[in-house]
């Protein structure tokens, strides 16, 4: 059974950088891409980042181009996240996910984290 587990969330204040960090079991991930989401408070979950698991290969939504980075360590079976320039719009719950199905026009999954709480204060 797939089980993420996200951590690092917490208090930032606008400008500031935090790096999350998912830890990833139950299947092999090779064949995979993993990603991170975000919903913030009133809206819908929204992509931010998948990474293709084998080869690394990176694509990101433009709301976080440039100020955010994802990637993995394949031996460790981790997803990190690192959030640079940090600003009061990027506060959310981040959810680390993967088995990745594009749908046109948005991006679902199969598999989610529970979440951790990012607060950008300004």
């Known amino acids: 059974q797939v089980q993420l587990v996200e951590s690092g969330g917490g208090l930032v204040q606008a400008g500031g950088s935090l790096r999350l960090s998912c830890a990833a079991s139950?299947?092999?991930?090779?064949?995979?891409?993993m990603a991170w989401f975000r919903q913030a408070p009133g809206k819908e979950r929204a992509f931010i980042a998948f990474?293709?698991?084998?080869?690394?290969?990176?694509y990101y939504a433009d709301s976080v181009k440039g100020r955010f980075t994802i990637s993995r360590d394949n031996a460790k079976n981790m997803l990190y996240l690192q959030m640079n320039s940090l600003k009061p719009e990027d506060t959310a719950v981040y959810y680390c996910?993967?088995?990745?199905?594009?749908?046109?026009?948005?991006?679902?999954?199969?598999?989610w984290g529970q979440g951790t709480q990012v607060t950008v204060s300004s």
């Open positions: 996910a993967t088995g990745l199905v594009d749908k046109g026009d948005r991006y679902e999954a199969a598999y």
């Open positions: 139950g299947r092999t991930f090779a064949n995979y891409r």
């Open positions: 990474i293709r698991w084998s080869s690394g290969s990176t």
